[in-house]
């Protein structure tokens, strides 16, 4: 970058901080809080990588919570509704509403439930039911209903099939509206739920955004796991993120009993992933106070494949009963992956355990669905899956490498903005990276992987003495395996850097959640929450403001997309190589925005 052009880039900043001053009555307090408060940017990136170490007075996990707790124990009796939820549709016109009846059986010899035998209705309108409901009348829509079973044809492991299954769409629906509901059926006794209420996510628009989306992974259901979900509430989001991995139920045997946190360690006789389904209904039991008044968003993890039948042909079983989200509605007619909008958000939901490559449905669905984003309309496109593609941690290191060479080159394409993944039992947050490069344009990968389950939190990273993977590790339990080793930079010739990768901004072995909090078209504000920050006034493990620069990083194209990583990887030099006039420019930008709030300051 000339002089020339660095003076010129700092006048026009200048006179814009003029402007600002002149506009300030009448900027929005948001607009003024992006440049504030001392959060660092990604404009301010990309940054030194930085760890925080592992707080040994920590306990790296704690036991599952029973079922006779009172959070997980059956509260409502047959024929009423209980483990209630509510998921988005494809826009906030319509909405899913889910729930169970009936009582599940684990056993030997079972008859499964009639799903036709209860009626799978929802009584809702945006007045309370004791309200005048003339002038506002509740509207009543009907739905589906299903049972799963879970069955083993091996001697000594018990089968479970599950209560009744329920979901329907409402449709028709105001956006940002407050709606009351009851769900059952209206023709038995005690059929019907008593009255909740949810809020309409906003309509595709840039200036309309859901208040907070709490973003959460590897849930489970230990005292960890119960912090975690308190800690979220107390947060008050209007949508939640479940980036794969719910219950652990698979890390029991059918009998019940203590849940382990390693299967094949605590029964290598096994003859089968075996999983405890009644922790799904404990699960949904605990959930449904936060579930059943906000949107709650999943995608599947390996903990969800349970395997069952011979030689586990069946799987997702329970993931595929349980959960109602919008893949008719957003074309992609499988549970596996799909898309939805909350207000200027276009939300991807993928899956890491259904085919992925580049011929595959999914690949080509992705594709129709990028082509379809107006981001006039939604700015901001946020994509999740289970497991993820830039990981610094010794667990799951390279693990789903084959995906990234399948898919990363789509996303990179049409400027997908954050990425959202779990696997990893810990938090990482990437700077700014596309195919081990670090890149402005690149989404900011982050990991959140740490709700608490009962596998323990990872505290090894690759990149520690002695912790490196063997390229014989972290096999997928879906797909092949792409493991390299890098061609140049500090990790020439190795499969591990030696210190922590440059694209690793921030790392910490935590328990905790995440909260989005989109600001505008450009600006989001993005804080992980520690369990151990719960009780802490405004206290946060990682925050900052992730900027979309949309003039900067237009949409690419496919031409000029590298598909596929040179055959031994292909890691970054941009900090090594980044120029003084640019470094010069970066800090023009600092000073001008610390200028600038001064003097705003100073107004104020």
């Known amino acids: 970058m000339a002089t020339s052009t660095i003076a010129g880039t700092l006048h026009s900043r200048h006179l814009h901080c003029r402007t600002l001053l002149l506009l300030l009555p009448y900027l929005p307090i ?43 124990a059956p509260r409502a009796r047959p024929p009423s509704p209980e483990q209630i939820a509510l998921a988005a549709s494809a826009d906030p016109t319509s909405l899913w509403v889910s729930w169970v009846t009936g009582r599940a059986q684990v056993g030997s010899h079972l008859t499964p439930l009639d799903p036709t035998a209860v009626r799978s209705e929802v009584w809702y309108g945006e007045r309370p039911a004791s309200a005048d409901t003339v002038a ?12 799963y079973s879970q069955l083993y044809p091996y001697p000594g492991l018990l089968n479970y099939t599950s209560g009744v299954i329920h979901h329907v769409r409402l449709v028709g629906l105001r956006p940002s509206t407050r709606y009351y509901y009851r769900c059952g059926d209206s023709s038995l006794k005690g059929g019907l739920s008593d009255e909740r209420s949810f809020v309409t996510l906003p309509a595709p628009a ?60 605590s029964f290598p006789d096994a003859p089968i992933r075996e999983s405890y389904q009644p922790r799904w209904d404990g699960w949904g039991r605990f959930m449904e ?30 993931y595929l009963a349980r959960f109602a989200v919008p893949s008719e509605e957003s074309g992609s007619n499988t549970k596996f992956y799909y898309s939805f909008n909350a207000g200027g958000i276009h939300f991807i939901m993928l899956g890491a355990y259904v085919d992925y490559n580049r011929t595959g ?45 399948e898919m990363e080159g789509l ?53 520690d003495p002695g912790k490196c993977p063997s390229p014989g590790d972290n096999h997928p339990e879906f797909g092949g395996v792409c493991h390299l080793n890098f061609t140049s930079g500090p990790a020439k010739g190795k499969f591990c850097w030696e210190r922590q990768p440059e694209w690793s901004a921030f790392r910490e072995s935590s328990f905790g959640h995440g909260i989005l909090e989109v600001v505008n078209s450009t600006y989001a504000l993005w804080t992980w929450h520690r369990n151990q920050d719960a009780y802490g006034e405004h206290s946060v493990g990682d925050q900052i403001y992730i900027v979309r620069e949309p003039d900067k990083c237009l949409l690419q194209p496919r031409g000029l997309i590298p598909q596929d990583c040179p055959s031994a990887g292909c890691p970054s030099s941009t900090l090594s190589s980044t120029s003084g006039a640019e470094q ?18 100073t107004v104020l």
């Not at 009993?257 to 299967?263: A, I, M, S």
């Not at 579930?291 to 993890?301: D, K």
């Not at 107006?374 to 610094?392: G, I, K, L, M």
């Not at 992987?449 to 990872?458: A, P, V």
């Open 30 to 72: 948001a607009f003024l809080l992006v440049d504030g408060g001392g959060i660092p940017t990604t404009l301010d990136g990309p940054f030194t990588p930085a760890t925080r170490a592992f707080d040994r007075s920590l306990r790296q996990g704690s036991e599952d919570v029973p079922l006779s707790d009172p959070r997980l």
């Open 584 to 601: 010069a420019a970066k800090n023009g930008r600092l000073l001008w925005t610390t200028t600038c709030m001064i003097l705003i300051s």
């Open 361 to 405: 449905a999914q690949y080509s669905w992705l594709e129709k669905d990028l082509h379809k984003v107006d981001r006039r309309v939604t700015p901001w496109v946020v994509a999740s899956w289970h497991t993820p593609w830039y990981n610094s941690y010794s667990s799951h290191y390279q693990e789903f490498e084959c995906m990234r060479q």
């Open 206 to 265: 840039p200036d309309a955004y859901p208040r907070r989306v709490a973003v959460v992974g590897d849930l489970g259901l230990t005292g960890n796991s119960t912090s975690t979900v308190d800690h979220l509430a107390r947060n008050d989001p209007s949508m939640i993120l479940m980036v794969g991995d719910m219950t652990y139920a698979n890390q029991y045997r059918t009998t019940g009993g203590r849940g382990v946190p390693c299967f094949s360690c």
């Open 136 to 147: 506002h009348p509740h509207h009543v829509a009907r739905g589906s209903a299903e049972v």
């Open 411 to 463: 996303l990179y394409q049409h400027g997908v903005d954050i990425v959202f993944s779990g696997h990893v039992h810990a938090y990482e947050r990437m700077n700014r990276v596309f195919n081990y490069t670090l890149d402005p344009c690149g989404p900011v990968y982050i990991t959140i992987g740490d709700g608490g389950n009962i596998e323990k939190i990872d505290i090894d990273h690759a990149d």
């Open 289 to 318: 106070p936060l579930a059943s008044r906000v949107t709650m968003m999943v995608t599947e993890g390996n903990h969800e494949i349970e395997p069952q039948g011979h030689g586990g042909a069946a799987t997702f079983a329970s």
